[in-house]
């Protein structure tokens, strides 16, 4: 039996029973080490003797969980890095009001305009313009 056939046996199992394990409250697509653990000592326990589990196919099954792990946790830093980068925008943000900035407009070309307000918006801040609202991401240049 493969270990994907007793974690979906499993987590079935676990569900229709109503019984609570750490395992059981997580959903099938966020297995970690120790649920993978007690999937691996089930199925070494019920594994037919004459045909025992490839321990290579064990190993590059584990290699797998591993990876998606340190994906899942690169992932989570660069979240927290982009959360980062996003309140260093807001910080600057306050430090350009009354300032004149440069900025790219949106025809490409370079315009100027002085700073008056900053509005927040899903977390990114915009500076208020005589021209409108500007992207931070746009600013090439404060005077």
């Known amino acids: ?22 395992s059981s409250s997580k959903s099938t697509s966020s297995l970690d080490a120790s649920d993978y653990l007690k999937l691996l000592m ?11 589990t490839d321990v290579s196919e ?10 998606l792990q340190e ?4 992932n989570d830093q660069l979240q927290k890095l982009l959360a980062y980068t996003s309140s260093s ?13 440069t900025y790219v407009a949106e025809s ?8 008056n307000g900053i509005t ?3 977390g990114a801040a915009y500076l208020e313009t005589e021209n409108g609202q500007i992207s931070m991401g746009s600013v090439t240049g404060v005077a």
């Open 1 to 22: 039996m493969s270990i994907e056939a007793l974690a979906s046996t499993l987590l079935t199992s676990s569900s229709v029973l109503g019984t609570s394990s750490s």
């Open 89 to 101: 925008y807001n910080s600057q943000a306050v430090g350009f009001l009354g300032k004149t900035i």
């Open 108 to 115: 490409g070309e370079n315009a100027t305009a002085v700073v």
């Open 42 to 52: 089930t199925e070494l326990e019920y594994q037919d003797p004459t045909d025992p």
């Open 120 to 122: 927040y918006n899903e």
């Open 71 to 74: 994906s899942q946790e690169t």
């Open 58 to 67: 064990m190993s590059s099954q584990f290699c797998s969980l591993t990876q």
